[in-house]
Each structure stands twice: as C-alpha cells, then as structure tokens.
C-alpha cells in the first residue's frame, strides 16, 4: 500500500479541489493506494518574514508559530505527494505560495528524496503551464521524484468537451504517477540532477563552517563528501563528471 497526499491551494472546493479527488481516484484504479487531500486553507499558515533564521541557523529556530511541521511531516509520512494549485494572476494561489515559502529552507536541505511528486494547475484561460513548471522545478528542488505536471482550462460554465479533455489529462498523469511510483524509489540522478549536487555542496563546504546550518546538515548526511544525496552507483562517465563538476565549483567559489 501506498500513501498518497495532495496539498491543496485552492480556499474553495471547485475545479483544484475536484481535480485532485479525480487524480487521486484514477490512482487508486491502478493499485493499493490510500489518499490524503489536505486543503491549505483548513490550516495556519503566516506569511515568512525573511528573517533567514531558518536558513542560517535551523528551521526550528523560525518565530513563526502556525502548521508548518505538521504539513513537513505530511509529506514525510507520503511516498506520494501532489501540489494543486489554481492560476492566480498567473502564478500559484497566495496561501499555495505561502506554503512554498514556509518550505524555503528545504530547497537549501532537500529532504524529500525517494517520494514521488506531481502538480496540477487549474486556470480559467491562460498562464497554467509555466506554474506547472515552477511547481515542478519546485518539487525537484525538494528532493522529489517528480513527474510532469498537468494543467487544465476549467472556464466556467464548462463545457462536455473541456470535461472530456480534463478526464484524459489527468487519467494520462495518474498513469504516469503511478508508473513512477512503482520504480525504484532512489534512481540513478541525472546529469544535471548531479550537476546541481556536486556545484552545491563543494561551494557549502569551502565558503560556509559550521556555523551554518547548512554546513551542519550537510556534513551531518555526508553530503560534502558522498557522489550524491543517496548512495547510488554512477558509471564512469558521471563520476568523471561528478569530479568535474566540484573542481569547477571550488574554482568559482575561491574566485569570488
Ligand atoms: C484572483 C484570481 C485570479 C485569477 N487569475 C487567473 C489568471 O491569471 N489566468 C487564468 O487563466 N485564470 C485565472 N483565474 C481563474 C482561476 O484560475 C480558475 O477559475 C480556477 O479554476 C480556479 O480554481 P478553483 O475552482 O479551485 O477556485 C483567476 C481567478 C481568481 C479568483
């Protein structure tokens, strides 16, 4: 059995909503999967105030007090997470965005490796695909394992044929989900995955100490030396890359 949740940004219980329940439901046609749809706005959730606590010094440290962690540990008790947005003023909705912020010091500590991630944009007419892509780019920023991302057009009043066209985007998206739940969890990464990895962690080790928290967690994992987040097997072409990839990172950094 699988877990799978999707983090709802929409404050009402229309098209994102509905678009989540229907995704959720084609998985469940595929295999053993339970589902969570946790809706944003049952939740506290205040706006980050840039203090950059949390990256410096450790997330526990945020004077925010709302729902943050019992969201992160939502997601950590997932092997599936789903992030669905409507298109608000062409950029993901602000208790979604709120949300995304509250995660900002886990794009510096990813977290979230071996679960699978999608997102879903639901827009009157026009700017979904490219907040499918931020969310996207967001997930793998995460650690996730992330799998294309849908956009649907729900102009109301809709039509059968937009419904119809609905039906198929997020039955292919299920398809493709849960195909990618069933793979390996831990992959071998992509050149550019590791690329991001070895540019990253050589600069935390040469320019930060631990009075970071970023080094601290860093070192902690074994990140500032291991060839990736995880253990994985890289063949000879990415592990020379891999050497690569640090050296023109320590070059970089000790030029700045
Ligand atoms: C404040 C606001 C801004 C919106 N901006 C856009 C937009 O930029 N582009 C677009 O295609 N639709 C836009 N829409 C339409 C919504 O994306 C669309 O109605 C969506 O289905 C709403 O999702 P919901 O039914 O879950 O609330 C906007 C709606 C609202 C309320």
Known sequence: MKKVTAFVGSARKKHTYEAAVQFLSNLQSMGDIEYEIVRLSDYQLQPCRG??????????HCPLKDDRDVLIEKMMASDGVVFASPNYSFQVSAIMKTFLDRLGFAFHRPRFFGKTFTSIVAQGIYGGKKIVDYLDFVGNGLGFNTVKGSCITTLDPMTEKQQRKIDKVLAAQARRYYARLEKPAYPVPTLIQLMFFRLGRTKIGLELDDSFRDYTYYAEKGWLDSDYYYPTRLGVVKKG???LFDSVSASTTRAR
């Open 51 to 60: 203090c950059k606590v949390c990256f410096e010094k450790g997330e526990e």
């Open 241 to 243: 890359a891999g050497k």
